[in-house]
């Protein structure tokens, strides 16, 4: 079952980030945080049980002081430790469980201005194929919607996923 629910708590991480560190993140299909050179700041993960969806989520805070970043393609919202790690935890749930969208349309709305890809070439793996074409925005349940070069539309539910 398709859900929005990955791409609304990457927003949300998103806008948290943003609204109290005034670091503007980008968003990366489905669901990663990523900075304008698409380094990797963090992400989530998550699994529909039923009527449920269950999600975690990882954010690359800081890092430890002996390696070197340019090694990476990650970001780290932090050069160094200066915040308490269980505080911004609860700060992240609380801003999570009062800022919850009303509805869909407003989380793909809110999602698109954020995103670091679209109307830009981008390549999807699957198991099966690759597709490489137009990342035109989302679908009704958060699939991306490429163009390929014969001008058809493809709804795609999962693999990886590459920017050019």
């Not at 049980?49 to 090694?71: E, M």
């Not at 801003?95 to 201005?113: A, G, V």
Request: proline content about 1%; glycine content about 6%; overall charge neutral.
């Amino acid at each position: 079952m398709l859900s929005l629910t990955p791409l609304e708590l990457a927003l949300l991480c998103r806008n948290f980030i943003f609204e109290t560190f005034q670091i503007d993140l980008k968003l990366k299909w489905p669901n990663d945080l990523v900075d304008t050179h698409n380094k990797k700041y963090g992400g989530i993960l998550s699994h529909s049980r039923r009527k449920y969806v269950v999600a975690g989520i990882g954010l690359n805070l800081f890092s430890v002081k002996d390696i070197n970043l340019d090694q990476y393609q990650a970001g780290f919202i932090f050069k160094e430790k200066t915040l308490d790690n269980f505080n911004f935890l609860l700060q992240l749930m609380e801003y999570i469980i009062t800022h919850r969208y009303k509805n869909s349309f407003d989380i793909t709305n809110d999602w698109l201005k954020h995103c670091s890809h679209l109307n830009k070439l981008v390549s999807l793996n699957d198991e099966s194929h690759q597709i490489t074409g137009t990342f035109l925005g989302l679908g009704k349940f958060g699939e991306a919607l490429l163009k390929d070069q014969q001008e058809k539309i493809h709804h795609i539910t999962n693999g990886s996923f590459t920017v050019y």
